[in-house]
């Protein structure tokens, strides 16, 4: 996997609170043995458990190195030991801090693919991201025409085929990452709303239905991540400045 360069620094020792910002973290997947110790120790009973409960390897390797990472990341914001937090979920299965943990509060956000994962951490506002390894042996038109907008389909279809799957990818990682902001699972349908989806097309969440104001409480924004890979980064407001992280393995000492 090639990661890309542009837009992404070397985490810091210890990061700055986000006050309008919006952090997002980089880090494959692909740890050293000696890393994946560390972070095991950094999770809960119940998330050793639900751990433990994936049949593959791979699956729970990525469930760790997710659960964990956030953990160390947020211990860090907080000034807390990642052993420390405790989380509360949502109806719909959305993972928050549990009230009282600490003095300030944070909103997150984690998605992983492939051998990349990446966290969304902001401070007063509601945060989702999406990230998803690129395929060219899906049937672009049919999940399209189940999952996309009347508009979505029409620009999807109006491409050159070589552009489709380009397009498909753009609008799926839009779309999934303001439903994860949101936080109310499939109750909000994904054809209620339209994304920018063009390639190289900047994106935006262009129309919310039924109540036309929503677009405008909320920003998109395309993360250049890996050969091979797109993602989005959704979140509450305009006002705020994105700053994205590489994690070095090295940097994951408690």
């Known amino acids: 996997m090639i990661l890309r360069k542009s837009g992404w620094n070397l985490s810091p020792n210890r990061p700055a609170w986000p006050d309008g910002e919006v952090h997002v973290w ?51 914001y907080l000034e807390l030991r990642p052993q420390e937090l405790r989380f509360d979920y949502t109806p719909f299965g959305k993972p928050h801090l549990a009230a009282n943990v600490a003095q300030r509060s944070l909103e997150f956000n984690v998605s992983h693919s492939g051998e990349l994962l990446l966290i969304a951490i902001a401070a007063g506002r509601a945060v989702g991201v999406d990230v998803e390894q690129v395929r060219a042996d899906i049937e672009v038109g049919a999940i399209a025409a189940h999952f996309f907008s009347s508009n979505e389909q029409d620009t999807l279809g109006k491409l050159a085929t070589a552009l489709q799957i380009d397009a498909f990818f753009n609008c799926w990682t839009r779309k999934e990452a303001y439903i994860k902001a949101k936080g109310d699972g499939l109750s909000l349908p994904l054809d209620q709303f339209d994304v920018s989806l063009m390639p190289d097309e900047e994106a935006r969440l262009l129309e919310t239905r039924p109540d036309p104001d929503e677009a405008r409480r909320w920003r998109l924004a395309n993360l250049d991540v890996a050969d091979g890979y797109k993602a989005a980064l959704a979140a509450e407001g305009s006002g705020w400045t994105l700053r994205c992280w590489d994690w070095r393995p090295d940097r994951n000492a408690q």
Request: glycine fraction near 8%.
């Open 26 to 76: 980089r880090v494959p997947v692909d740890w050293l043995a000696s890393s994946i110790d560390g972070l095991e120790r950094t999770l809960s009973a119940d998330e050793e458990q639900r751990m433990r409960r994936f049949r593959f390897d791979d699956d729970r390797k990525r469930y760790l190195v997710g659960r964990g990472l956030l953990r160390l990341l947020l211990g860090r």
